[in-house]
């Protein structure tokens, strides 16, 4: 049995693998010759309206499934060794492959119809891979998952809908009327919000931190590369709809809120898998807030590397929780560098790349991505949550090295004291190259000449001058001794507010089935546990065995009792008659 579920690991693998290369070879392709491929095949037609599937394969579509396919490859190739003692492993691999089919339904389509089979698929998909370790836990946040990624379905129904007006779904034929139509609103705004909720923006956000309940793998897959940045793919798509609308001033903030409150919340949580989650939120704001400036190539840039180190994160975050004994909080950790240093390398290069420090993946894109704020006219709000969250990004990645690596050996943890997996670090070192070298690659790729930003030197040095003071700041929390801690007592209201992503999960799970759920059990209680109990079936139960109870007593007792009964009753009627 073990060898069926090891070739289908490494079929897998290598099919994947295969496809990502051959992506790769047709990229040079036609990036070279500034080719673009539309495939069409009709399903049906009615009235005039034709149900076509389409295929789109321009350099973007092509580029991010190899991205995708590697990204997914390498994940298999990891569960291979991180889910062995799992019985189900077929299933897991299964749906994993699954996922990645719903992806490239979203990727090459130009129709808004086989998008929606993408869509759909991501969101069914998801909630499967969530539940996979079947406890509550796993399905209330299944549940919030599913439903918060239903309203984008729902979203992006209407959007179908409204598109039978132009006589076609192939939307890419039609961006250039839809933008001087006045319909055009309609159908971005429903986008917009569509793409809102896959990639967990404020106020959809509490799903994306609730999702890692999924095993560490799909955590990997699904909230660095995927699932999380269909929405942000989605409007890079559409992004000809999205100008000169309130709606993207409105987006703009609400993702700078987003990147701002995931960093905040970041700094007081403890569960590893949680504040890698959590900096994968505020990476998904920094790519909406560029979006919504009207500059898609740069977002696609640093969805791009993004992928790649936070993929590698959340492999070494499995590697440190299998070590631990399935244990997620970094209280427990401590000196992990001593007993897994290979993963300890590639977790501090990926957090390294996450902050942006120069020549690594990250530097790349959102370097550009901070000197292009500082160029472009925006107020001062919006460019001091940018830089405040860039702050907060070095903030806990600092605290989280701090936490696993620099202090001492916790005693209260229980490491499994084995030597690294060679087919899990295998699988993390293709991802560490490319978390080193992607930045460089997609940028001279991506790019036909290389940006060159002039700006006066304090801006140009805003960005390393926030980072220092965020690194600075994350180690002397982490070094804060019980002295400090009372003081922190003192604003106890606030930092629980601060924790708890500003009470969103509160406000969009219980906030929303609080009211429903009482009266549910209000009703239980009165109506149908109640009166209706007393009136109806129990009421009628207890009359009826009260009078049997008293029949069958005179029954099963002495004759006397029954002779006394007997004369009682002649005595009664006898005298009843003398009345009358």
Same mark, same amino acid.
């Given at each position: 049995m073990n060898n069926?579920?090891?070739?289908?690991?490494?079929?897998?693998f290598f099919f994947l693998f295969l496809l990502s290369m051959t992506n790769f070879i047709f990229l040079m392709y036609f990036i070279m010759n500034n080719i673009i491929i539309i495939l069409e095949w009709e399903i049906m037609s009615f009235n005039?309206? +034709? !149900? %076509? #599937?389409?295929?789109?394969?321009?350099? *973007? =579509?092509?580029?991010?499934?190899?991205?995708? /396919?590697? @990204?997914? +490859? !390498? %994940? #298999?190739?990891?569960?291979?060794?991180? *889910? =062995?003692?799992?019985?189900?492993?077929?299933? /897991?691999? @299964?749906?994993?492959?699954?996922?990645?089919?719903?992806?490239?339904?979203?990727?090459?389509?130009?129709?808004?119809?086989?998008i929606l089979l993408g869509w759909d698929g991501l969101g069914l998909v998801s909630y499967l891979l969530v539940i996979y370790y079947q406890n509550f836990k796993s399905y209330n946040a299944g549940m919030l998952t599913a439903l918060s990624n239903r309203i984008g379905d729902v979203l992006i129904l209407m959007v179908i809908s409204w598109m039978m007006n132009y006589g076609s779904w192939n939307y890419i034929f039609y961006l250039e009327i839809m933008n001087s139509d006045w319909s055009m609103e309609m159908i971005s705004v429903m986008i917009i919000l569509a793409a809102m909720t896959k990639s967990a923006q404020i106020p959809f956000s509490s799903w994306l931190p609730a999702a890692m309940a999924a095993p560490t793998p799909v955590s990997a897959l699904v909230h660095s590369s995927t699932l999380v940045t269909a929405g942000v793919y989605l409007l890079i798509r559409f992004n000809m709809l999205l100008?000169?609308?309130?709606?993207?001033?409105?987006?703009?903030?609400?993702?700078?809120?987003?990147?701002?409150?995931?960093?905040?919340?970041?700094?007081?949580?403890?569960?590893?898998?949680?504040?890698?989650?959590?900096?994968?939120?505020?990476?998904?704001?920094?790519?909406?807030?560029?979006?919504?400036?009207?500059?898609?190539?740069?977002?696609?840039?640093?969805?791009?590397?993004?992928?790649?180190?936070?993929?590698?994160?959340?492999?070494?975050?499995?590697?440190?929780?299998?070590m631990m004994g399935d244990m997620q909080d970094i209280r427990f950790m401590g000196g992990i560098s001593i007993y897994i240093p290979l993963t300890s390398l590639c977790l501090n290069i990926s957090n390294l790349a996450l902050c942006g420090i120069p020549f690594l993946a990250g530097f790349y894109s959102k370097d550009l991505i901070l000197e292009l704020v500082s160029f472009s006219n925006l107020n001062w709000l919006i460019f001091l949550l940018y830089y405040i969250s860039t702050g907060l990004t070095m903030f806990y990645t600092i605290r989280l090295i701090m936490y696993l690596m620099v202090n001492d050996f916790n005693l209260l943890s229980v490491y499994n004291l084995y030597e690294e997996d060679f087919v899990m670090l295998k699988s993390m070192f293709v991802l560490l190259f490319m978390s080193i070298v992607s930045g460089s690659l997609l940028s001279w790729m991506i790019f036909p000449y290389p940006y060159m930003i002039y700006l006066p030197l304090n801006l140009k040095m805003m960005v390393i001058y926030v980072s220092i003071l965020g690194g600075l700041l994350g180690y002397l929390i982490s070094n804060m001794n019980i002295y400090s801690m009372n003081k922190f007592l003192l604003t106890y209201n606030l930092s629980n507010y601060l924790c708890l992503m500003w009470f969103m999960p509160n406000l969009s799970t219980y906030g929303v089935s609080y009211f429903f759920l009482n009266y549910g059990q209000n009703l239980l209680k009165n109506i149908d546990m109640g009166w209706s109990e007393i009136y109806s079936g129990l009421g009628m139960m207890k009359?009826?065995?009260?009078?049997?109870?008293?029949?069958?007593?005179?029954?099963?007792?002495?004759?006397?009792?029954?002779?006394?009964?007997?004369?009682?009753?002649?005595?009664?009627?006898?005298?009843?008659?003398?009345?009358?």
């Open positions: 069926i579920k090891y070739s289908i690991c490494f079929l897998s005039s309206m +034709s !149900v %076509v #599937i389409s295929i789109l394969l321009d350099w *973007m =579509s092509l580029l991010f499934m190899m991205f995708v /396919f590697m @990204i997914s +490859s !390498v %994940v #298999i190739y990891y569960s291979k060794s991180y *889910m =062995s003692s799992e019985l189900n492993l077929n299933r /897991f691999i @299964i749906l994993v492959l699954l996922f990645v089919t719903s992806m490239m339904f979203l990727i090459i389509s130009p129709n808004i119809i086989s100008e000169n609308i309130f709606f993207l001033k409105f987006l703009l903030l609400l993702s700078g809120l987003t990147m701002f409150m995931a960093g905040v919340s970041a700094n007081y949580e403890f569960d590893l898998k949680k504040i890698v989650a959590l900096s994968t939120l505020s990476q998904l704001g920094l790519m909406m807030s560029i979006l919504s400036m009207g500059i898609p190539d740069l977002a696609f840039f640093h969805l791009l590397t993004h992928a790649m180190f936070k993929a590698l994160l959340f492999m070494c975050a499995g590697v440190i929780i299998h009359i009826m065995k009260k009078y049997s109870n008293f029949y069958n007593f005179y029954q099963v007792n002495s004759l006397k009792i029954y002779l006394f009964s007997f004369i009682l009753w002649m005595i009664v009627s006898i005298f009843m008659l003398i009345l009358m």
